[in-house]
């Protein structure tokens, strides 16, 4: 199965490890993965700004990109979400939005594509360690990704994943939303964080890196020990030793 890897912004230039643990998990699941190198931001904080226009522009850029891929894949629910707004976004143009139709029928998050595309729910990931997963606003209320993540976490050897109090609030990111309402961002981060630290966790998981961004700068303020790890690579931590043992 041939997959073209968006990578994001954030990834970019902020986590590549989380692109790099990406590539890795999906062609250790038996996909070529290909880098389409025109890609560039997929047009959220101008959209979420109100800069249509030039959202517009980016979107078309991105259309452009990955117009010949069979499937796109990205470690960002946020980002996938955003292209599933390109049908909206460019519904007055009839040709475009024909175009970002087939673009949102192939665009996948990393663990919605493994789990429902892939059809695999256990990578045979191992990562010793209590943990608990933040799910993010965009994946969960745009893209719908719901169970995924879990079915994934639930079969790494050796994790013990505690549920988060109050698992569905914002961590107060929210794109340039936390750039904009800082003092109001700040309190929903530390919200968030209390309850983080509520579960003993030693390490918080999430999907998407603007939000592991906040949440891990905030506990990095603070001193806290508590660990910040993109699933990309939870889901990938282990998986080479373990297949090696099982040749």
Known sequence: MKVSLFVTCLSDIFYPEAGKHTVELLEKLGCEVDFPEQ??????????SGYHKEAKAAAKHLIEAFENADYV???????????????????DEPDWREKAERLIAKTYELTQFIVNVLKVEDVHAVLPAKATYHTSCHMTRLLKVGDAPFRLLNNVKGLELKPLPHNYD???????FAVKMTPISEEMVDAKVKHIEETGAEVLIGADC??????????????????VKHIAEVLNSGVKKHADENL
């Open 170 to 176: 914002c961590c107060g990111f929210g794109g340039t």
């Open 73 to 91: 894949v990205t470690p960002s629910g946020s980002c996938a979400g955003m292209v599933h707004e390109y049908k909206k976004l460019l519904r």
């Open 210 to 227: 603007g939000c592991l961004m906040n949440i891990g700068g905030r506990l990095t303020r603070k001193g806290s020990p508590i660990r």
């Open 39 to 48: 890609q560039t931001c997929c047009g959220q904080p101008a959209f979420n």
